[in-house]
């Protein structure tokens, strides 16, 4: 956490960083389009905007975990996100 919150002062930590919510935003992303595929999400699903919202979500949770280490307010964030993605889902 303190590498992202003062990543950008150093170039290359900053690179990692980026590089690494990148490389999680496409996973996400591609398990999105798979499940759209397999029908597990509904066909209009905007595979992109739920991975970043997912990349954010489980950096969210990291800063609860440190900041509060609060696991109700966690576990309330998880269930909000996953009632959501089911809205979403296949009919």
Known sequence: MA???LGQS???TAGLICGNLETMQDAF???CRKAVEDGEL???TDCSSLA???VSMT???AVINRAEGNSVLARQAVDG???SVTLVGAP
């Open 3 to 5: 590498a992202m919150e």
């Open 29 to 31: 992303e591609a398990r």
């Open 10 to 12: 150093g170039v290359e």
């Open 42 to 44: 509904a066909a209009g």
């Open 59 to 61: 950096r969210g949770l």
């Open 81 to 83: 996100l996953l009632n």
């Open 52 to 54: 970043a919202l997912l």
